[in-house]
Nanobody, 114 residues
Framework: QVQLVESGGGLVQAGGSLRLSCVAS????????MGWYRQAPEKQRELVAT???????NYADSVRGRFTISRNNTKNTVYLQMNSLKPEDTGVYYC????????WGQGTQVTVSS
């Protein structure tokens, strides 16, 4: 079983920055993908960014150039540096872990005020 613990959400003004972190614990396969999805009120959960254990990244078009995903394999931790935040980035951000199956974190709220 894999457990995910997220941190770093909060309230920020438009144009500001936040950094999210997610630590995975438990039985961790060395080959895996970690990342972030988000869900705004009354909208479907959507991809933000993912990164493989080998370092390959994938970004949603809406965040490319503003957000940067990274990871520390030794610490089983994934980070999301979010810059130039916009009100439309508001939502609950969920950590994502995929190896033998998919695991989700409990979510952390990000609110960007205009």
């Amino acid at each position: 079983q894999v457990q995910l613990v997220e941190s770093g959400g909060g309230l920020v003004q438009a144009g500001g920055s936040l950094r999210l972190s997610c630590v995975a614990s438990g039985t961790i396969f060395s080959i895996n993908t970690m990342g972030w999805y988000r869900q705004a009120p009354e909208k479907q959960r959507e991809l933000v960014a993912t990164i493989t254990s080998g370092g390959s990244t994938n970004y949603a078009d809406s965040v490319r150039g503003r957000f940067t995903i990274s990871r520390n394999n030794t610490k089983n931790t994934v980070y999301l540096q979010m810059n130039s935040l916009k009100p439309e980035d508001t939502g609950v951000y969920y950590c994502y872990f995929r190896a033998a199956g998919i695991k989700w974190g409990q979510g952390t709220q990000v609110t960007v005020s205009s």
